[in-house]
């Protein structure tokens, strides 16, 4: 399994289910309004303001940085915990 830590296919899929579970989060929000907790990825934030398309555009995977590539895919796993 860590030979797939920073896989483009595996990063993109997880991109996706984050979109997704953020959509589903801001319908809950959009209903009942926000829940305001500390993110456990970023503790200076409360978690529902955390800009999720900043971070994924941030935690993207590149073609020329495999290092960064396995730090992003860490992060993304982060983030599916902290929503």
Known sequence: MAHLLGHRGCMESL???LRDLQ????DIFSRAGAVRFRSWKF????????D???LLERYDYTES???????????LLELVIDR
């Open 15 to 17: 991109r996706a289910d």
């Open 23 to 26: 959509a589903a989060i801001s």
């Open 43 to 50: 503790p200076n934030q409360v978690s529902c303001d955390l």
């Open 52 to 54: 999720m398309r900043e």
């Open 65 to 75: 940085d495999p290092e960064f590539n396995q730090h992003s895919h860490v992060v």
